[in-house]
């Protein structure tokens, strides 16, 4: 049965051939007021023409984000292997970047938005909702959830959380809020070993998704 989009045309993300009569458009659509991700893959060459769709809810995009950096990692274009070098994160917000340096100083290993929870779906089983938090720390078995923002995205952040435990009971995760996340900067700058960095200004909005 074929899926029913929104009217609105599609936008085109991407368009490329995979072989010389098979075509891969990646388009972004809407159904029941929520976005997907929508991948088809069109052979031209049989009769009937035919096509493959898959079909992934925007709200998990994260989730593809981190599968597309883990393939550039394992695939190179250099006929000598790849050398293993610190991977570079791109922090949202300046004090995701203050915070993994006061983990890194004090030898504690951190990952970065490592896994994206669903938390809403819609009638049909769709993920309408994600939420992912900020670090894990793998030998604490622990999420940690930054909330330095306005009071309004708090409030929203909160609300994300609470429903994670009561999804995931198994999962751990701590918030930690403005007030105690400046006391731990605070106490790593009086360590002697800070050196402040130039504060970029944050998007209010920031991601959606975490």
């Not at 393939?71 to 274009?77: A, R």
């Not at 949202?92 to 004090?106: N, P, Q, V």
Request: net charge negative; aromatic share 10%.
């Amino acid at each position: 049965m074929a899926v029913k989009y929104s009217e609105e045309q599609p936008d085109e993300v991407s368009r490329f051939s995979v072989s010389t009569s098979a075509e891969i458009t990646i388009q972004i659509a809407e159904r029941d007021g929520h976005e997907f991700i929508v991948i088809k893959e069109q052979h031209e060459g049989g009769v009937p023409a035919t096509e493959q769709t898959i079909e992934i809810p925007a709200a998990l995009l994260p989730e593809l984000k981190r599968a597309v950096a883990a393939l550039e990692e394992n695939f190179s274009d250099e006929d000598e292997p790849a050398q293993h070098t610190p991977h570079l994160v791109s922090f949202a917000h300046e004090s995701e970047g203050e915070f993994a340096r006061i983990l890194d100083f004090y030898h504690i290993a951190w990952q970065y938005e490592p896994r994206t929870f669903a938390i809403e779906w819609d009638d049909e089983g769709n993920v309408t909702a994600s939420f992912t938090p900020d670090f894990y720390l793998p030998d604490h078995q622990t999420y940690v959830e930054l909330t330095t923002l306005k009071q309004n995205l708090v409030t929203k952040k909160n609300r994300k959380v609470r429903r994670l435990r009561e999804l995931y009971p198994e999962v751990n995760i701590k918030v930690l809020y403005a007030s105690d996340y400046r006391k731990l900067v605070d106490k790593f700058a009086a360590s002697g070993t800070w050196q402040e960095p130039e504060m970029e200004t944050e998007t209010e909005g920031g991601d959606e998704s975490g």
